[in-house]
């Protein structure tokens, strides 16, 4: 199956261009700490072990969003995790990055900055027109080799996961073969029974594509969090746009109104969207609402309401599969924690085969309690994982398969 290089064809010592995905909530500024620096910190320190010099690239945020924020943090929580120093540089390839890469000695590891402060990393492009960028043109000549460990951002066509191993000697980093491996296998399983994908989180764009892909595998989808309230918005009620200053819907809806009314007029039976939903009242409490009795929205849903999780945990109950990609809700906070809470519950008590993705989702399991081995695969990656599910390659990896 896999057919792309591993650590294990890297000799030791080397100058080594690790990529990560090392993407974090961020609340107020500060970047927590989440299973992603657990998994990756594998990587690194076995190559600190083995003597390479370390620089690692990776994103955080997307520009214009309050989580668009440096990497020092990151270099910091990183530092923990290997309980081994690691030094930062706030630039990513400019002359202080480079002086930085060319100080490094053996089992160094040095962070650049956020790439996507970089303006040739985004948008998406061909990995050929990416390789070419300034971006990449002044690093390949300072590493004798460039690791991707970013599962997780490899459905994304930017420079840093696809433009180095057009021009360098490419490998694959621990994660990138464990996911690969687990969620490759996944997507060939068949199953008999049921089968039902929870759909939440913010990225809404990226379910949407993928859920019309996989209408003939599942069965049942299960809508919350920003997706969900979208679906609300085509199916007639008056919820799912923005107010204040937010912007989770607006952008999404004009990118996805069409696809969404495509898919509630030919997959009804299979969609089933939230009966209530969760704000914070006046008091700060919690406060719950039929979606049928909203006639204005003039508070933001942060949840998906109590009835709503009684009406999806049966469909657990007899699903042979559920796959999750997104909260149901704003889970961080305990009030808002209800929707994604109960639904990892149920699965959590059920026997079906299941696989909690996203970097942000999968922290709640154990923030309320469950433990990681009842489930079938807690993968740190959403968005490149639901892809997976539908059989297509991520570009990131097929350019490490080159
Ligand atoms: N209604 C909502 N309003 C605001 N944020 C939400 C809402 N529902 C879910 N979220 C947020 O979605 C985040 C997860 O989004 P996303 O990035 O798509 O998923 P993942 O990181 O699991 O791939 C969570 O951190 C949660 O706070
Ligand atoms: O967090 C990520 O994806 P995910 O939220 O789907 O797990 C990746 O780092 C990709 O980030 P992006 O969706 O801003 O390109």
């Not at 379910?207 to 920003?226: A, K, P, R, Y």
Request: glycine share 8%.
């Amino acid at each position: 199956m896999m057919t792309f290089q591993t650590l294990d064809d890297l000799d030791d010592g080397q100058r080594v261009l690790v990529r990560l995905d090392l993407n974090s909530p961020v609340e107020d500024g500060t970047v927590r700490d989440n299973r992603r620096f657990d998994r990756h910190a594998e990587t690194i320190s076995e190559l600190v072990d083995r003597g390479f010099e370390v620089a690692v690239l990776a994103h955080q945020g997307r520009p214009g969003r309050d989580d668009f924020v440096s990497l020092s943090q990151h270099a910091d929580i990183l530092a923990e995790h290997i309980d081994h120093d690691v030094d930062f540089v706030d630039e990513t390839y400019g002359p202080q990055a480079i002086h930085d890469i060319a100080a490094l000695d053996s089992g160094d590891v040095l962070v650049l900055e956020n790439t996507r402060m970089c303006d040739d990393e985004l948008p998406e492009e061909d990995p050929e027109v990416k390789a070419q960028t300034e971006f990449v043109q002044t690093l390949k000549d300072e590493f004798d080799a460039y690791i991707n460990d970013a599962y997780s951002a490899a459905h994304r066509s930017h420079a840093s996961l696809v433009g180095f191993p057009l021009v360098m000697d490419a490998y694959a980093g621990r994660v990138m073969e464990t996911e690969y491996e687990a969620n490759t296998a996944i997507a060939e399983k068949e199953f008999d029974g049921r089968v039902t994908m929870v759909v939440g989180g913010t990225k809404a764009t990226d379910v949407i594509d993928v859920m019309t892909h996989l209408d003939e595998t599942v069965d049942d989808f299960l809508l919350g969090g920003i997706a969900g309230e979208l679906f609300l918005r085509a199916a007639g009620y008056p919820v799912g746009y923005d107010i204040d200053d937010a912007n989770l819907y607006d952008e999404q809806w004009e990118q996805n109104s069409e696809k969404i009314e495509a898919m509630l007029e030919d997959h009804r039976d299979q969609i089933t969207l939230a009966v209530d939903l969760a704000y914070e009242d006046g008091a700060g409490d919690r406060a719950e609402q039929a979606v049928d009795d909203i006639e204005e929205k003039t508070v933001s849903y942060l949840d998906v309401g109590s009835e709503t999780v009684m009406e999806y945990s049966p469909v657990i109950r007899d699903s042979e599969a559920v796959f999750v990609k997104g909260a149901l809700g704003m889970f961080e906070d305990e009030r808002f924690s209800v929707g994604t809470a109960g639904v990892l519950e149920a699965i959590a008590d059920t026997d079906c085969f299941s696989v909690v993705g996203g970097g942000d989702t999968s922290r709640a399991i154990e923030m309320y309690g469950m433990e990681e081995d009842e489930f079938g695969h807690v993968s740190i990656a959403g968005g490149a994982y639901i892809r997976a599910l539908t059989g297509a390659q991520l570009v990131g990896v097929e350019v490490l398969q080159r």
